[in-house]
């Protein structure tokens, strides 16, 4: 039996996103966002789902809140629809949006539970998109605005702040894959976006200082770990790339530099992204803390035309979630300790790791999600690890409160501690959450030889 014990301020938490769980897409003046355009597309999201009610958040945050304080949790990561604020994306704030966060906030703070507030987890208002959208650099500026709207509004109400969340999905995904909305595919689409988000990024960092917010600020990079099949280099170069694509929204954060041998094979796929002067400094702008959004990782080898990166998975037989994501706990270590080791003991946060799996009522209305257990004590393990190999590690914020739209994949993944009935809304914490409350509790993990 062995006990690992986390430090007495670590902050333990949860997290959702805006469009995932608020509903409530036409009312209060919010206008319209490029997921509300995808999602009406047929055949875009799985099962003709869409957000327009989702967990109707919007109306029922209190009783979320109230789980939330029945949890334990000293930590809501949350994000704000920028198309509540701004229903055009830039000129009039809409006063319905900005006094709706604030009553949300404020019962928040009254529940004892500190906001971790996400800028952009893509809501992109449409009416950015019909004028180029993040290939547009006045994006950036409009991004900038919203941002300053919202440390102005909030100042003193919101003690942390993420700017983007996965800037990966939001270029990739979103503008080479074609899964995410805008759904286009395109490789200088891709890294054009990428770079002007970060930017962005920058840009709001550095106008956070000049305000003089109170708070901190960082960012949400989603990151997975990924090794090589075998040692030849051609396998080498695979997990290099399949790594590095997504190192590519954090190494210039530190460095300034996007990474070199990667810049080159994007080159080689006739994308290189335009820079204007300055941009990389902005980029490397300092930050409070990193959030990390961690949910495995894999074994690749090198396969010439296959996915966009020239590469395949190796099923070797790890266990994979509903949604066939490889579950990797080690991975998260590995990529903690080579956080830190390549760019120093910058403040962590792990802002999201779950998995998704699909258990429902028994007869007796008891979830009994012990995979999703299993899934959360083996990364808070690694985290232990983590801790002690030197990490300035700050807390661990898991995916997700509760169960809700996943995206392009609608409602068939389930994230969530707390289970919800999509036809009656009902919320039925799991056995998971139970689970998790008891570690809050006591801020250690008690772990049995296997």
């Known amino acids: 039996m062995t006990i690992l014990t986390f430090p007495k301020d670590f902050v333990w938490g949860v997290s959702t ?31 003709g789902d869409d957000a327009s009610v989702a967990c109707d958040s919007y109306h029922r945050y209190e009783e979320d809140i109230a789980l939330m304080k029945e949890l334990g949790v000293k930590a809501y990561r949350f994000s704000v629809s920028w198309p509540r604020i701004y229903p055009q994306g830039d000129g009039e704030v809409n006063p319905k949006g900005i006094a709706h966060y604030k009553r949300f906030v404020t019962k928040l703070r009254e529940a004892g539970i500190t906001p971790f507030c996400t800028l952009y987890h893509w809501e992109l208002p449409q009416a950015l998109q019909d004028r180029g959208g993040w290939e547009n650099r006045a994006t950036i500026d409009a991004f900038v605005r919203f941002a300053e709207t919202m440390f102005r509004e909030f100042d003193g109400l919101i003690d942390y702040y993420m700017t983007f969340n996965e800037p990966w999905c939001i270029a990739i995904n979103g503008h080479l894959l074609g899964r995410h909305a805008p759904g286009i595919t395109n490789w200088q689409s891709a890294i054009q976006v990428a770079h002007n988000v970060m930017v962005a990024h920058g840009r709001t960092v550095r106008r956070f200082r000049e305000l003089g917010v109170k708070g901190q600020i960082g960012y949400a990079p989603d990151m997975y770990w990924y090794e090589p099949l075998t040692r030849k280099q051609e396998d080498v170069d695979a997990a290099y790339r399949a790594f590095s694509i997504y190192n590519w929204f954090v190494e210039p954060v530190f460095t300034g530099k996007y990474p070199e041998k990667m810049a080159e094979w994007i080159k080689s796929k006739g994308a290189e992204p335009v820079v204007e002067p300055g941009d990389m400094d902005i980029i490397r702008e300092p930050m409070d803390f990193l959030g990390l959004n961690f949910y495995g990782g894999n074994i690749v080898r090198h396969k010439p035309g296959n996915n966009y990166l020239d590469l395949e998975h190796v099923d070797l037989g790890y266990a994979k979630s509903d949604k066939g994501w490889f579950i990797y706990p080690e991975g998260l270590y590995k990529m903690l300790t080579w956080l830190t080791d390549n760019f120093g003991p910058i403040p962590i946060y792990i802002t999201e790791n779950g998995v998704c799996y699909n258990d429902e009522p028994g007869p007796d209305g008891r979830i009994r999600d012990d995979r999703r257990i299993a899934f959360l004590r083996d990364h808070i393990a690694e985290l232990g690890r983590a801790i002690e190999s030197g990490v300035n590690l700050k807390g661990y914020l898991t995916w997700s409160l509760m169960d809700n739209f996943e995206w392009a994949f609608g409602y068939t993944c389930r994230f969530g501690l707390v289970h919800v009935d999509y036809n009656t809304l009902k919320r039925t914490p799991k056995d998971s959450f139970y689970w998790y409350k008891k570690i809050i509790r006591n801020n250690w993990i008690e772990l049995e030889s296997r």
């Open 17 to 47: 996103s805006a469009y995932q769980i608020e509903g409530a897409l036409t009312e209060d003046g919010r206008g319209p966002s490029i997921w509300d355009t995808l999602a009406a597309i047929p055949g875009r999201i799985m099962n």
